[in-house]
């Protein structure tokens, strides 16, 4: 089973990775190699051998990725709250546009890397968290109190959907994968069109709060919450195959990745519907 997000869809790569490498030890005399978790034999200088065992490797729990996922929201729950306070209102617009850069730059280099990176996760959080503040002290400047109906929706929609994955409502089955999938890079590849044409001053009417465009806000907020299903049983799968400690920071990251763009969702849609006053 493969995610929707490509962080997480790793994570089975990665136990893949680390199964191997347990029959990847050669034994002595060149015979093949066999599972780190059988002791190998290591010579003394003068010939003689005992058993040695291999580093023991500390498997990752659902409650790893709990941990991380709460260390990294609070890591970027303070930061964007330090940017909402401490960047001028005149460089609000700057700060929004370096951190979307640098945070994509460093999401990237984290969704692709072969080993979860602690440091990189945090660096993450905090860029993340001052691009969040910027949009949102953006848009609570105009409809006062939208963040938090932001912040409450999403967190509603996420434990929602645990509750619904947990009950197994819904299955990840492969179908359902291959269809969210095909989904999500069709929206990406929408949005990319249309922020390149509104650079260009077309208006294409799917961020300018007509029906169309609250149309495919609920149609973004509603596949960013099925595809936590999704995340929700690679995690679980990742877990069952005993992948190592580390990665819950990147199964963290994928979470994190995922609510934020259901934040921002949310908060575009909420916005539609604001008085003008």
Not at 195 to 216: K, M
Request: some cysteine.
């Amino acid at each position: 089973m493969k995610s929707t997000n490509p962080v997480l869809a790793r994570l089975g790569q990665a136990a893949e990775r680390e199964r191997a490498a347990g029959y990847a030890q050669p034994g002595p005399y060149g015979q093949p190699g066999y599972p780190q978790q059988y002791p190998q034999q290591q010579p003394y200088p003068g010939g003689y051998g005992q058993p040695v065992a291999p580093p023991a490797v500390t498997p990752m729990t659902i409650d790893d990725v709990v941990v991380k996922t709460v260390l990294m929201l609070a890591i970027l729950g303070a930061s964007a709250a330090a940017a909402w306070v401490l960047v001028p209102d005149a460089l609000v617009g700057v700060a929004w546009i370096g951190a979307a850069v640098v945070g994509l730059a460093l999401g990237l280099i984290i969704s692709f890397s072969r080993m979860a990176n602690p440091a990189l996760v945090v660096a993450y959080s905090i860029v993340e968290g001052v691009f969040v503040g910027m949009v949102s002290k953006a848009f609570n400047t105009l409809y006062d109190g939208i963040v938090l109906q932001a912040v409450a929706a999403s967190f509603g929609v996420f434990f929602l959907m645990a509750m619904i994955y947990k009950a197994r409502i819904i299955r990840a089955t492969p179908k359902f994968a291959r269809i969210m999938v095909a989904i999500i890079a069709g929206l990406f590849g929408v949005m990319l069109v249309n922020l390149v044409l509104s650079l260009f001053g077309v208006n294409t009417h799917l961020r300018d709060g007509s029906p169309l465009a609250i149309g495919f806000s609920l149609v973004c907020i509603v596949v960013a919450s099925l595809s936590f299903v999704l995340n929700f049983a690679q995690i679980e799968e990742g877990v069952r195959m005993g992948l190592p400690q580390r990665y819950a920071w990147t199964a963290a990251f994928g979470i994190v990745v995922g609510l934020v763009w259901l934040y921002l969702e949310i908060l575009r849609l909420l916005s539609y519907f604001q008085g003008d006053d």
